[in-house]
C-alpha cells in the first residue's frame, strides 16, 4: 500500500486532536473528584489521577497495546508481537486511512483514563504505594483483555457486541471495579457519621465542564475519520449529556425540593456514560432518552440505592459509572440502526433481538470480570502492601500523610472549620451531606 496516497491528512489530524482532547480528561477527573473530597485529601486525590496518566501511558505501549489490539489468540487476547509497538513504524492501521500510530495514542488516552475512574470509589482511605500497584496490575490483567475481547477481534467482538468508544471496556468495568474495591477496602472512618461534603464545587464544575468537552472527542473520534459518522457521534453525545444533566436535576428537584450545582454535573456525566457505547450507532432522538433515562436511574442509584445497601463509593464511580455504562449498553441494544451505521446492527427497537442479547451477555461478562479480577488483584497486593491508610493518616488526611503537602493554608474561610484537621460535626443540613446528598 503506498503510505503517501492512502493516509488522510484530515482524518490523521482528527485523531489526533481528539486524542488530545481525551488526555484531558484524565485531569479532568482529577479536578471533578479533587472538588468533591474533603479539603484534607484534594492533593491525594488529584495526584492518583496524574500518576495513573503517567504510568499507564507507558504500560500501554510496552504492553498494553499488544495485548489489546494484536493479532488475536483464540478470541481471549492480543498476541505479543507488538510489544513495545515493534514493527509499528508508520503502518497504515488496516481499514482506515489513519497511521497506526495515531490510533494508538488515542487508545492510549483510553486506557489511562479508565482506572483514574476508578479512583472515585475509594477516595481517601487508600495509601499510595498499593494503590499505584493494583491500578498498574489492574490494567494488565483486566483492561487489556476487556478491550481485546470487544475492540480487538476477541470472542466478544465475534459475538456481534457493540461498544462504539467505551460503555463495556471503560465505564462498566471502572464502575464495578470501584465498588468492589471500595467494599474490600471498608468505610471511610466515620461515614454516615461524620461531615463528609465536597470541598470546592467550583473546582468539581471545572473538571465536568472539561469532561463533557473532552467526553464529544472521545466518541467522535472513535469514528478514525473526520466524518459523518464522526459528525453523529459527537452530536448525540452532546444531546445526551443536556439530557442527563435535565434528567438528574429535575428528579433530585422534586425529591428534595432544591436543585443543586453537584447534581447538574452529575447528570451531565450519567448522560455522557450512557451515550458512549452507542454514540456511532444510533440517531438523535434516541440519545434524547438515552441520557435522560440515564441520569434518572443514576441519580436513583446514588441517592437511594447507595444509602440503602451502605456501601461506601466515596464520589459514586459505580453509581455513575458502573450504573450508566449498564444503561448505555443495553440502550445500544435497543436503538442501534445500521441507517447510521452500516457496520453495527439494528437492534430491538428496530426488530431484531441478536445484537440485544450479546450486549446482556457482554455486560454479565463484564461484570464478573471486574468483581473476580479485582477481588483476586485486590487480595494478593494486600497480602504484600498495605493498602488501607491508617487511623492516624486517615483522620490527617492523605495529602500530609501520603504525599507531605497541603492543598491549601490552615483556614479555607473565615468561619468554616479546618478541612485539613479532623472530621467535623455539624448539626446544619449542609454539613450532613456526603459527595452527591445521600449520607
Not at 483476586?376 to 507531605?404: C, M, P, Q, W
Request: with cysteine; proline share 3%; charged share 10%.
Amino acid at each position: 500500500m503506498d503510505t503517501v496516497n492512502a493516509i488522510s491528512s484530515g482524518d490523521t489530524a482528527w485523531v489526533l486532536l481528539s486524542a488530545s482532547m481525551v488526555f484531558i480528561m484524565t485531569p479532568a477527573v482529577a479536578l471533578f473528584y479533587g472538588g468533591m473530597v474533603r479539603g484534607k485529601n484534594v492533593l491525594s486525590t488529584i495526584m492518583q489521577s496524574m500518576f495513573i496518566l503517567g504510568m499507564i501511558s507507558v504500560e500501554f505501549v510496552l504492553i498494553g497495546y499488544t495485548m489489546a489490539f494484536g493479532a488475536d489468540v483464540n478470541g481471549l487476547i492480543g498476541d505479543l508481537s507488538k510489544i513495545g509497538l515493534a514493527g509499528v513504524g508508520y503502518n497504515i492501521l488496516e481499514g482506515t486511512t489513519i497511521p497506526e500510530l495515531a490510533f494508538i495514542i488515542f487508545q492510549c488516552m483510553f486506557a489511562a483514563l479508565t482506572p483514574a475512574l476508578i479512583t472515585g470509589a475509594i477516595a481517601e482511605r487508600m495509601k499510595f504505594g498499593g494503590f499505584a500497584i493494583l491500578m498498574l496490575l489492574w490494567a494488565i490483567f483486566i483492561y487489556n483483555p476487556m478491550a481485546h475481547w470487544v475492540w480487538g477481534g476477541g470472542f466478544l467482538a465475534q459475538l456481534g457486541a457493540l461498544d462504539f468508544a467505551g460503555g463495556l471496556v471503560i465505564h462498566i468495568l471502572s464502575g464495578v471495579s470501584g465498588l468492589t474495591i471500595c467494599i474490600l477496602l471498608g468505610k471511610r472512618r466515620g461515614y454516615g457519621k461524620r461531615a463528609m461534603v465536597p470541598h470546592n464545587i467550583p473546582m468539581s464544575v471545572i473538571g465536568a465542564a472539561f469532561l463533557w468537552l473532552g467526553w464529544m472527542f472521545f466518541d467522535a473520534g472513535s469514528a478514525l475519520g473526520a466524518n459523518e459518522l464522526a459528525a453523529n457521534a459527537f452530536v448525540v453525545t452532546h444531546i445526551a449529556a443536556a439530557s442527563g444533566l435535565i434528567g438528574w436535576v429535575l428528579i433530585e428537584w422534586i425529591r428534595s425540593g432544591k436543585p443543586t450545582v453537584l447534581g447538574a454535573i452529575s447528570g451531565c456525566i450519567a448522560g455522557l456514560v450512557a451515550i458512549t457505547p452507542a454514540s456511532g450507532y444510533v440517531t438523535i432522538i434516541p440519545s434524547i432518552f438515552i441520557g435522560l433515562i440515564g441520569g434518572g436511574i443514576c441519580y436513583g442509584s446514588v441517592a437511594i440505592l447507595k444509602a440503602r445497601l451502605g456501601y461506601d463509593d466515596s464520589l459514586d464511580a459505580f453509581g455513575i459509572h458502573g450504573v450508566g455504562g449498564i444503561w448505555g449498553a443495553l440502550a445500544t441494544g435497543l436503538w442501534a440502526t445500521t441507517s447510521i451505521n452500516p457496520d453495527g446492527a439494528n437492534g430491538l427497537f428496530y426488530g431484531e433481538t441478536d445484537l440485544f442479547i450479546a450486549q446482556i451477555i457482554s455486560i454479565v461478562v463484564a461484570i464478573i470480570l471486574a468483581v473476580v479480577g479485582s477481588t483476586v488483584l485486590y487480595k494478593i497486593v494486600n497480602a504484600f502492601v498495605t493498602i488501607r491508610a491508617d487511623e492516624t493518616e486517615e483522620i490527617n488526611g492523605l495529602d500530609i500523610s501520603e504525599h507531605g503537602e497541603r492543598g491549601y493554608t490552615e483556614t479555607i474561610f473565615t468561619g468554616v472549620p479546618n478541612f485539613i484537621s479532623e472530621d467535623f460535626s455539624s448539626t446544619s443540613s449542609v454539613f450532613n451531606l456526603s459527595s452527591h446528598g445521600t449520607n
